[in-house]
């Protein structure tokens, strides 16, 4: 790309009101970001930088145009990492005001009644920011998003001793975007030719326009270091935090034997047999530790707690289920629901269900309604039908962030 256009952008509809183009400017080469490619083009959360900047502004709904501004070696790359979004690109200057203002020359034909111009390394603008500044330039003519300094500002002599404190309550640190009428910035630019102005308000300033601060954010901020880089990174991971719902199933029978007793959902039941296992064979509990194992792809119970182990020999089996709630909770996750059916002829189980489920929401921290508790029998069929042992199965789901 020679000179300043690759297309042409549409001119607006006659008599549409308060046309708006946005100026992009991505042609920098990034150099104190480090890496493979300028930091525009490196990726956050799994996208390049100047796609992220470039999707704010065309999805505004009062920007009708978005030319981005880009080094002349970084045609491809430019469209590589902007894919479908509807961008006109412009070839940049050796400097960002030369670059912006060939950003400028490229909008004479659609003459849009105000240009926002934003830095692309600034891919945490928002739309209500976008919004806001808009607004104030309407009311005023000119605005510029920025933060209001909160640090105590010190003048220094040159060689780091201070020689002044500067009062800081009229003081702003300037962002984009910046928005202007297009024909006083442009004019703003041209009369400013030659010239070392850091960013577009200082231009407009320079040519006696006024011009309004309007709110922005500290996550607004400009990529210009590594560091930065690595924190555009893990706003860009938090923001989007891709979750994924897990299901997992668990099955667990144990015989019945000598005893008292039986233990379901770490509820004692009086019973004439007790149920035969290394632990306090809870079939229940036991399926439901192996739903949730299954869930985080841990494997089952077994591999957790071996049954040779002396440590388990009638372990109460809340302990089992609590380790892979532990293993949930540590991989930022949740249970979301959990379905349990314990399957007998005897005992009768209507009688503790209360007792049983209430113990499930303690253990699981899941209200009533995300808790499914059955039984059922197999009408006199097979072992269980016989009166050999107790079954249970459980389902759960679980709500985990998709880091795979
Ligand atoms: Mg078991």
């Known amino acids: 790309m020679s000179g300043t256009m690759t ?22 080469r990034g150099a104190r970001a480090g890496g493979d490619v300028p930091k525009q083009y490196a990726r956050i959360g799994g996208e390049p930088v100047l796609r992220r900047t470039v999707g704010v502004f065309a999805a505004h709904p009062a920007v009708s145009t978005v030319v981005t501004v880009i080094h002349a070696d970084d045609a491809a790359l430019a469209r590589q990492a902007v894919g479908s979004a509807p961008v006109h690109f412009v070839t940049g200057g050796a400097s960002r005001q030369e670059s912006v203002y060939n950003g400028l020359k490229f909008l004479d034909n659609m003459d849009p009644d105000f240009v926002l111009v934003h830095d692309a390394a600034r891919p945490f603008v ?40 500067v009062a800081r309550d009229r003081l702003w640190r300037a962002q984009t975007p910046q928005v202007f009428r297009y024909r006083d910035l442009l004019a703003a630019h041209r009369a400013a030719t030659g010239e070392t102005l850091t960013d577009d308000a200082a231009v407009a300033e320079a040519a006696g326009l006024s011009v309004a601060m309007s709110p922005g954010s500290e996550d607004n901020f400009k990529i210009t270091t590594a560091g930065d880089l690595a924190r555009a990174g893990r706003i860009a991971r938090a923001s989007a935090d891709p979750r994924v719902t897990v299901v997992g199933h668990g099955f667990d029978v144990h015989r019945f ?16 047999r007790g149920l035969e296992g290394h632990s306090d064979a809870d ?51 949740r249970p979301i629901n959990l379905d349990l059916t314990v399957i007998c002829e005897r005992p009768k189980l209507a009688p503790h269900h209360d007792a049983m489920k209430q113990r499930l929401c303690d253990l699981t921290g899941l209200p009533p309604a995300r808790i499914g508790l059955k039984a059922t029998t197999t009408e006199k069929l097979g072992f269980i039908g016989r009166g050999e042992g107790i079954a249970a199965q459980a389902a759960v789901s679980i709500d985990l962030p998709d880091t795979v």
């Open 257 to 272: 034997g000598p005893g008292d007793h039986i233990v379901l959902c770490g509820v004692r039941i009086a019973h004439s």
């Open 126 to 165: 928002t739309a209500e920011i976008i919004g806001r500044c808009l607004d104030a330039a309407r009311r005023h003519g000119a605005a510029a998003v920025g933060v209001p300094m909160a640090d105590t500002v010190k003048k220094t002599d040159g060689k780091g001793v201070v020689i002044g404190t």
């Open 283 to 333: 079939a229940a509990l036991h399926a439901l530790t192996d739903a949730i194992f299954g869930a985080m792809g841990e494997g089952d119970i077994g591999r957790h707690f071996p049954d040779n182990d002396p440590q388990w020999r009638g372990a109460a089996s809340d302990r089992f289920l609590r380790h892979a709630l532990d293993k949930v909770a540590a991989a930022g996750g």
């Open 7 to 28: 297309d042409e952008p549409t001119p607006a509809a006659p008599g549409e009101p308060g046309a708006c183009a946005a100026v992009i400017v991505a042609a920098g």
